[in-house]
């Protein structure tokens, strides 16, 4: 048997498509691995550590932070803008591939998204609870209200960031639900009893009748387009809550695109993290295959490199300007108090995507896997470095302090990597993790691919 | 009575499209096809037309456009005017993004809306039994009989030629 091309096939294994309904809806259907069980209770650990952290602080007040009147942001915010931008991959996945004709995206595009709704909420986390008195989160909407009314200030790019991640959220949602249904009515039809029940509840009728299908494939085409600028905007919206200060080191106009691609950055680099555990746990070697993983690779190393450039932008700018408050702060950033954190960043960030540049490495799974959480660890501090180290020295120096978080803020930390795998858990347990519906049309064509070199050889 | 009908189940979506192209030739009514995932190709020999979708994005958008607009500006200039650092009332650059955000939430939200609402999809809805297998690995071509001397041996005799792996005969619809 000769192969047609010289591509490695997306999906490997020479499956059929009732290969693909078995496969993904046995993780559902059967009961969950020793790791899975020994992953659930550590993020719930972790969620219940976290958690209590969190109930302590708004039971008490932002006093149990180590915020002062100088630094005033802290690990709050760089855990906001820290999760915002790993959904970010999700929603590229999704639908920038889809408006590409990526085929690649349709084994890791359902997980990916799910991973953007749970990183959207552990971002909604930060703000919230940042409010102090979260029981009046409401006031940062605008309705009629019985204070006058008095109305938020649209002026304001905090206010902006309602509006940006309320709507990434609620946009993000539909587009992954809207994609779940078809796959949600296979599981429906090979349910019986009360799971039946339940996926007929939760797959809305659906039978795939032709009219159907192609008004399906219209909409969704449609949120991929809403989607994509929507995805633009809303880390641009975020960088917005740094550039329209007048802090060194955050009045910066390439911060929209500086921040977009670090969250694209980031994002796939926890799609990596992922999708390696899952293709292990989950047995989806032959979904996702090392085609995948070397795409997500590239797609790291690319825009890591970005990221690198911005930084060294960032750098020169502050010495071109000619504002001497500018190339203070970048050099404080460097070789100050918090050099350590800066030199950390700019080595996850910058050095280590670059080693993927070797086949070997991006063959060798537990270096792409370390790989992968190096570059998180080094996003997390991009966002340290640039909300810290910007506001721990002030324009008077008699202003100037330090910054050290406490215990409590650390819990926050952790509840947010606690709520966010026990969510991806939950999901990985009773959602199907790939789209099946996606995934099924690619076999057919690898087939006849193959039936059609035979015939030809023969 | 209501005419019969008769469903050809395919494992491959070619051999069905041929079958629903044989079909369209001879005149026989394609009732709908079931599959489990979309068919390319299909809606030209179904005639089904593009969906009207689109409008109602673009049409939501821009009423989420206008609302975004509207509510800040009457907020921020009319309702309560607000001195914020001087800025004028009207700031219209600084309502960009929450407009945009408007837009984009409007237009993403009504486009799933009436996308249920026109597929007729809503929870719990029931589903006729008998085609489980095409939300997983079948195709079914359900035709139905207009033409007397069309007999049932002549569909199963159709569905087999196209490489169907299956068939039956209906006289309540599926639908």
């Not at chain 1, 340290?384 to 008077?396: A, E, K, M, N, Y």
């Not at chain 2, 975004?68 to 700031?91: C, E, H, I, M």
């Not at chain 2, 049932?152 to 639908?175: P, V």
Request: glycine content about 8%.
């Amino acid at each position: 048997m000769v192969d047609a091309t010289l591509e490695v096939p997306l999906i490997t294994g020479d499956l059929v498509p009732a290969d693909v309904t078995r496969d993904v809806c046995s993780p559902l259907e059967g009961k969950p691995t020793g790791l899975w069980y020994a992953g659930f209770c550590l993020a719930l650990v972790a969620l219940a550590i976290g958690g209590t952290a969190v109930l302590y602080q708004v039971s008490t007040g932002i006093g149990t932070w180590g915020l002062n009147r100088t630094v005033g942001w802290g690990f709050d915010i760089t855990n906001f803008v820290f999760w915002v931008g790993i959904g970010h991959a999700g929603t590229l996945i999704s639908a920038v591939l889809l408006l590409f004709r990526q085929k690649w995206r349709t084994s890791i595009n359902r997980s990916a998204e799910a991973m953007t709704i749970f990183a959207v909420i552990c971002a909604g986390i930060y703000p919230f609870i940042h409010m102090g008195r979260p029981w009046l989160a409401h006031w940062v909407f605008p309705y009629p209200n019985a204070r006058g009314p008095l109305w938020v200030n649209f002026r304001s790019a905090l206010l902006w960031d309602v509006f940006a991640i309320g709507t990434y959220f609620t946009i993000s949602l539909l587009f992954w639900y809207v994609g779940l249904i078809p796959d949600l009515a296979t599981v429906r039809d090979r349910a019986k009893g009360v799971r039946k029940k339940i996926f007929n509840l939760l797959s809305f009728g659906w039978r795939g009748t032709a009219r159907t299908w192609s008004r399906y494939e219209t909409a969704c085409v449609l949120l991929a387009a809403l989607a994509t600028p929507l995805v633009v905007s809303v880390h641009s919206v975020v960088s917005s809550d740094f550039a329209t200060a007048v802090i060194p080191g955050w009045h910066a106009t390439v911060f929209p695109p500086y921040f977009v691609i670090g969250a694209v950055f980031s994002g796939f680099a926890m799609v990596l993290t992922l999708m390696l555990v899952a293709r292990k746990t989950m047995r989806f070697e032959n979904y996702i295959t090392m085609r995948h993983i070397h795409a997500i690779c590239k797609v790291v190393t690319f825009t890591g490199s970005i990221v690198g450039l911005a930084y060294m932008t960032e750098f020169f700018i502050a010495w071109y300007s000619g504002s001497q408050y500018e190339l203070f702060i970048f050099k404080n950033r460097m070789g100050g108090p918090f050099a350590w954190a800066y030199w950390t960043m700019f080595s996850c960030n910058v050095i280590a995507p670059q080693l993927f540049w070797f086949r070997k490495v991006r063959n060798n799974l537990l270096l792409i896997f370390l790989l992968s959480l190096v570059v998180n660890v080094g996003m997390w501090f991009e966002r340290f470095v640039i909300i810290v180290t910007s506001l721990h020295r002030d324009f008077l120096p008699s202003s100037w302090s330090g910054y050290t978080p406490t215990l409590i803020e650390v819990g926050s930390l952790v509840f947010g990597f606690g709520l966010f795998f026990t969510l991806f858990l939950l999901f990985c347990r009773f959602v199907p993790m790939i789209a099946m519906f996606e995934v099924k049309p690619l076999l057919g064509k690898r087939k006849r691919e193959l039936q059609q070199t035979n015939r030809e050889v023969a | 009575m209501s005419p019969s009908l008769h469903t050809g189940f395919f494992e491959d979506e070619h051999d069905l499209l041929s079958a629903a192209k044989e079909c369209r030739e001879r005149g026989i009514p394609v009732v709908d096809v079931v599959s489990p995932f979309p068919i390319h190709g299909l809606d030209d020999v179904l005639g089904i037309r593009p969906s009207r979708l689109a409008w109602v994005t673009f049409l939501m958008g821009a009423a989420g456009l206008a609302f975004g607009f509207g509510l800040q500006y009457w907020t921020a200039a009319f309702d309560w005017p607000l001195n914020v650092g001087g800025k004028p009332l009207d700031s219209l650059p600084a309502f960009i993004p929450v407009a945009f955000e408007l837009t984009i939430l409007f237009a993403g939200v009504s486009t799933v809306v009436a996308l249920l609402l026109r597929s007729k999809l809503w929870p719990s809805k029931q589903v006729p039994s008998g085609l489980e297998s095409t939300t997983d690995d079948q195709h079914a071509l359900i035709l139905a009989q207009a033409d007397a001397a069309f007999e049932d041996s002549d569909f199963t005799e159709l569905f087999e030629r196209h490489g169907a792996i299956n068939s039956q005969r209906e006289t309540e619809a599926t639908r």
